[in-house]
């Protein structure tokens, strides 16, 4: 079992930056593939970015790549997001997720990732 926590959301300005983190609990936190996802309001949940346990690797959401950065410390169970050039559809409530194996396999997938946390907002203003 894990609980994920995410914190670090907020409102900012266009171009502004944020640093999500997510706390994780559990013994076995840093044998998961961790992922991003958002969700704004009548959106589906869309993925943003995961970085897979063994072997690491990093796959961004192409409307990401160059402005946000995920990594992890397994020794801290956390996974931080930061956020640079922030725009204002960027607004969303950001998830962080735990998988396992399909979250490598189909790492976009909501459906691939079998733990969440409750979210954080992050409005970005123009």
């Given at each position: 079992q894990v609980q994920l926590v995410e914190s670090g959301g907020g409102l900012v300005q266009a171009g502004d930056?944020?640093?999500l983190s997510c706390a994780g609990?559990?013994?076995?936190?840093?044998?998961?593939?961790?992922g991003w996802f958002r969700q704004a309001p009548g959106k589906e949940r869309e993925f943003v970015a995961v970085i897979t346990w063994k072997p690491v690797r990093i796959y961004y959401a192409d409307f990401v790549k160059g402005r946000f950065t995920i990594s992890r410390d397994d020794a801290k169970n956390t996974v931080d997001l930061r956020m640079n050039s922030l725009k204002p559809e960027d607004t969303a409530v950001y998830y962080c997720a735990a998988g396992g194996l399909s979250?490598?396999?189909q790492r976009a997938a909501v459906a691939s990732y079998d733990y969440w946390g409750q979210?954080?907002?992050?409005?970005?203003?123009s």
């Amino acid at each position: 079992q894990v609980q994920l926590v995410e914190s670090g959301g907020g409102l900012v300005q266009a171009g502004d930056s944020l640093r999500l983190s997510c706390a994780g609990s559990g013994r076995t936190f840093s044998s998961y593939n961790m992922g991003w996802f958002r969700q704004a309001p009548g959106k589906e949940r869309e993925f943003v970015a995961v970085i897979t346990w063994k072997p690491v690797r990093i796959y961004y959401a192409d409307f990401v790549k160059g402005r946000f950065t995920i990594s992890r410390d397994d020794a801290k169970n956390t996974v931080d997001l930061r956020m640079n050039s922030l725009k204002p559809e960027d607004t969303a409530v950001y998830y962080c997720a735990a998988g396992g194996l399909s979250a490598v396999r189909q790492r976009a997938a909501v459906a691939s990732y079998d733990y969440w946390g409750q979210g954080t907002q992050v409005t970005v203003s123009s």
